[in-house]
């Protein structure tokens, strides 16, 4: 049975990955995207006419003071509408979720993570390989057409990778050692290893700290739209 490919960014704008949730119990699929072919066209066509304020958000930020892109918040805003949040809310979840990606970016940077294009290229060539025996192939294909070609879209997949991939490599490091050393705790004070059950409650667990760690992560910096 294939997989359902889900592309980062450009349809959950790293919703899945990071744990943020759009509005609660709603669900989210690439097929959300249908009736939004002027706005994903546009928000493609913005890192051309923004580029210079997405480029400036993926350098690291002097001081406390961080770039958010309007292009970023115009897409967000319009995948929490698709999502069915009203207007007012979306705007507010938008701008919530582009400050939080772009703060754990600069964090995933200041420790030393960072992308390669090359690295970007073999990611790219493992998500165009997974759409090939993707369960939603037809779905995402659809959600391709929107763009002026297949090649468009590929292109706005490269530039959200060099924002994605630091930051995905970051929290997978944050992550991973966070359970080997609440496991290795756990198994020295009892002789014993942690059950399927203890796994899985560590793991929630670190979703709390992140979501916690996040909040206030957010409010250490300021923030300038541009």
């Known amino acids: 049975m294939g997989k359902k490919l889900i592309s980062v960014l450009s349809v959950c704008l790293l919703l899945c990955l990071l744990g943020i949730t759009a509005c ?3 669900s989210h699929c690439i097929s959300d995207a249908d009736g939004q072919d002027g706005s994903i066209q546009g928000y493609a066509g913005t890192i ?3 580029g210079e304020a997405v ?3 993926l350098r690291m930020s002097e001081g406390k003071e961080i770039i958010l892109p309007q292009a970023e918040i115009d897409m967000a805003e319009d995948f929490y509408i698709s999502s069915g949040c009203g207007e007012d809310e979306a705007e507010k979840l938008a701008v919530k979720y582009v400050k939080e990606i ?5 964090e995933a940077v200041a420790n030393g993570y960072t992308v390669s294009e090359q690295e970007i290229r073999e990611q790219l060539e493992q998500l165009k390989s997974q759409y090939q025996t993707a369960e939603n192939k037809e779905e995402i294909r659809a959600f391709i057409d929107k763009f002026e070609n297949e090649q468009a879209y590929w292109d706005f997949q490269f530039e959200m990778y060099k924002k994605d991939l630091p930051i995905q490599k970051y929290n997978a490091d944050r992550e991973q050692v966070f359970i080997e050393e609440k496991q290795d705790s756990f198994e020295r004070e009892r002789g014993f290893a942690v059950s399927p059950e203890e796994k899985l409650e560590i793991q929630e ?3 709390d700290m992140f979501e916690e760690e996040k909040e206030a992560l957010v409010k250490e910096y300021e923030y300038t739209i541009k």
Not at 102 to 106: I, S, V
Request: net charge negative; aromatic share 12%; proline share 0%.
């Open 55 to 57: 480029e400036e958000s």
């Open 102 to 106: 772009n703060a754990l970016y600069q």
């Open 205 to 207: 667990e670190w979703a």
């Open 24 to 26: 609660a119990g709603r």
């Open 48 to 50: 051309d006419v923004h």
